[in-house]
């Protein structure tokens, strides 16, 4: 049986994981960059070691740090046995085996946690919750959204979905979006009313196959224009 979460769970990726599953280019690094629902990534904390310019935003963050890690530790188990109990349901590359994924989400909220208090200290970390942002009209280059719009289609509906996406157009000249399947690994059934709706609004778009795919079947990201 697929995997099956009551709420969406504090698991966070790497810099190269969002590199790899955006098709980041060196000139797209050099953009401003805004994570929607980052949540414990380390995207935020490794990106502004390099000098790229990220905002990351998340509900999460009305948390210490202490707070989402423990969050974490409470699922991690659950989580990591679904994993090991479904092994033809990922693609064993990227991440070795489910006890080398565990140890790589470890070692992202690991940096996650250090790297916060600086963070928002610094305004990086933004409280904040899809389908609004608290930004202006086009304030970032680039968004994205990793592993949370479509991934929980069975809790979000389509109309969330599409609000979401021109929210984040509203605020974002260009939009990336991955992964495209649910959590159950069926492309999501919002994407049938989504992109026509998108169209028809007047924002291109278009689905590419990236390097990076866990999920299996997982490796299709959306990027949206204007
Ligand atoms: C599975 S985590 C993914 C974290 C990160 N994007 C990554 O891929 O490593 C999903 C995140 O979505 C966040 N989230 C939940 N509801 C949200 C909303 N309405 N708007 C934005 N983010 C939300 C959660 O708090 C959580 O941090």
């Not at 966070?12 to 280019?25: A, H, K, P, V």
């Not at 953009?31 to 980052?38: A, F, N, Q, T």
């Not at 049938?192 to 990076?212: C, H, K, N, S």
Request: hydrophobic share 40%.
């Amino acid at each position: 049986m697929a995997m099956q979460l009551d709420q969406v769970v504090p698991f966070g990726r790497s810099l190269d994981e969002y590199i790899q599953m955006f098709n980041l280019t060196s000139a797209d690094r050099q953009r401003s960059l805004l994570g929607v629902g980052d949540g414990p990534a380390s995207f935020n904390a490794e990106g502004t070691r390099l000098g790229y310019r990220i905002q990351s935003l998340d509900p999460l963050y009305v948390f210490t740090a202490k707070q989402i890690r423990d969050r974490f530790d409470a699922v991690v188990d659950n989580i990591i046995a679904q994993v090991e109990r479904t092994p033809d349901d990922w693609v064993w590359g990227y991440h070795a085996s489910p006890a080398a994924l565990r140890q790589h989400r470890e070692q992202v909220i690991g940096q996650f946690c250090e790297d916060f208090a600086a963070g928002q200290a610094a305004g990086r970390y933004t409280v904040g919750a899809l389908p609004h942002l608290p930004y202006a009209d086009r304030a970032y280059d680039l968004g994205f959204s990793s592993h949370f719009l479509f991934l929980y289609s069975d809790h979000f509906d389509a109309d969330f979905h599409l609000q979401a996406l021109q929210e984040m157009l509203r605020v974002c000249h260009e939009v990336r979006v991955f992964p495209l399947l649910t959590l159950g690994l069926q492309r999501s059934p919002h994407l049938d009313a989504v992109l026509p709706a998108l169209t028809a609004a007047g924002f291109p778009w278009e689905i590419t196959t990236v390097a990076y795919e866990l999920q299996k079947g997982g490796n299709q990201m959306l990027r949206i224009t204007h």
